[in-house]
C-alpha cells in the first residue's frame, strides 16, 4: 500500500477520505441523534438529479449536485413542516422524483454519460484535485455554522417544541440542517457514491455512539472512525482488487455490528458477575 | 394594575380539521394564582396550554399573556411539557438540558454566559437534583426527569409556569415532594397545571376548573358532582378539602 503512495490518485484518494469523514462525522452525528436517516437518503438520492443536470448543461456533475441537492432539501423540508403530508411519505416522494430527473436529464443529454457508475456507487481512486478544492470548501462550511449555531442545532435536534417556546427559530434551523445534510452528500458522492451515501452518514456516528454519551464527543471520534474506514477500505479494496465505495462500507458496517456484539456479549457477562442488588448502578 | 393579570382568554376557539377542541374559553389567571385544570383524555388540555404558549392560534377568540400576544411572551413563560415524548436516548446531560431554558436570555449565534450557567446551578439547585449535573439524561428515573424538566422551565425565571400532566410517569411517593416543590414555587410565579388525575391535583392547588372542550371555571376549589359530571358525561368521586386530604365519594 505504501508505494501504491507514489501516484496522485492515491494520495488524492486518502485526502478525500479525510475530508469526506469530516462532513460525515460532524453532520451524521446529527442525523444519528435526531433519527433523520430516511430524510437524508431522501436527499443522497435526489442529488442524482443534479448529476443529470450537470451532465446536461456540460458542467461538472458534482457542482450539478450541489445546487440541485440544495433545493431539493430545502422543498423536502418545507412539504414536510408546511404540508399535511406524512412525512414519510413525503420522504418517499421526494426521493423518487430526484431520481426521476436525474434519468431524464441524462436521457436528453446527447451520447454516452461518462463515469455515471462513479457517481452512483463512488470511486476514491478517481476524484479530481478540483473536487477535493470543493470538499475542502463544503466541510469548512460545515465546520464553521455548527460552531456557530452549536447551542441552537442542539436545542432543536433534542426538542423542538421546547425550541419554538424559548424562541429558537426552529424550521430555519431545521431546514439548515437539511442543506447541511445535502452539502456532506455532495462531498460524500466521489467517495461512496449516492446510493451508499447513507451508510457513511450513519455508521461512524452511530460507532461513536456506543463509546461517549457527549454530543461534542460524538463529533471528533465519529471523524475518526470514519477516516479509518476510509483508509481501511481504500487499502483492503487495492489488495483485493474490489470497488472502493462498496468495501468502505462493507469494512465500517462489519465493526459496527462485532461492536454492537461484543458490548452485548459484555453486558451480559456483568450481569452474570454482579449480585442482583447492586445491578442497576 | 394590570401588571396582575397573567394569562387571560377571552371567548377562544380552537378547532382542528373542522372539529372543536377547546369551545369558547374564558379564563383569567393572576400572578399569584395555583390553578389546576383537570379533565378526561382528549379533553382538550395540552392545547389549551400550547394556545397559552402561542403555539396553537385560536380560530375565534383572543389570547393574551402578560399584556402581550403569547408569542412575544414566552421568554416570561416556563412550559414542562409531558416528558414520555423525549428520545431517552439522546447524548445529552441533565446541566446541558436545563441551560437550553436560557435561550431567551441568550439569544441566535451567543455562546450562555456564566450567568446563564449560574442560573442553571440555581434551578438544579431548587429542584434537588444539583448533584445529577453531569449526569447521561436516560439515566434517571421518571420522576428525576420530571424535576430536570422543571429546573429547564424554572432556568428563565418565568412569571408563569405551565405543566402538562407533570406526575404521569411519577411514582406515589415522589407525587408528595413532587407537590411540595410547586408549594414552594407559586410564591414566585403563577403556575398552571393540568392533570387528569383528580384526586392529587385538588389537593394541592388553590383553584380548580374542569375542561372537556368547555371550560368550567369558578374561580374556587368548590366543584359541584354536577360540574364534574358534565365534564367527564359520567358519574365522578368527589373531593372535600378538610385538615386532612380525603376524599367523599358521591351518593350511589
Redesign the interface.
Known sequence: MLDALQYEFMRNALIAGVLAAVACGIIGTYVV?K?MVSVSGAISHSSFGGIGLGYFVGINPVLGALFFTIASALSMGLVIKRTRLPEDTAIGILWAMGMAIGIIFIGLTPGYAPDLFSYLFGNILAVPFSDLILMLALDAVIVIIVI??Y??L??V???E?????????VEALYLLLLCMIALTVVVLIRVVGIILVIALLTIPAALA?QF????KK?MPLSIIFGALFSFGGLWLSYELDLASGATIILLSGTVLLVTLGLSRLRSRARIHETPPNSAGQ | MADKEVVKLEGVWVQYNGVPILEGINLAIEQDDFLGIIGPNGGGKTTLLKVILGLISPSHGKVSVLGKPPEKSRSKIGYVPQHNLFDRDFPISVGDVVLMGRYGKSGLFRRYSSEDRRATQDALQTVGMLDYKDRQMGKLSGGELQRIFIARALVAEPRLLLLDEPTASVDPAMQTEFYELLEKLKKQMAIVLVSHDISAVSIYVDKLACLNRQLHYHGSKEITPEILEATYKCPVQMIAHGLVPHRVLKEH
Open positions: 441523534v433519527k456557530a449555531l447551542k441552537e442542539l436545542t435536534s433534542f426538542d417544541e421546547f425550541g419554538t417556546v424559548t424562541g429558537v427559530p455512539r461517549t454519551h457527549d454530543l460524538m
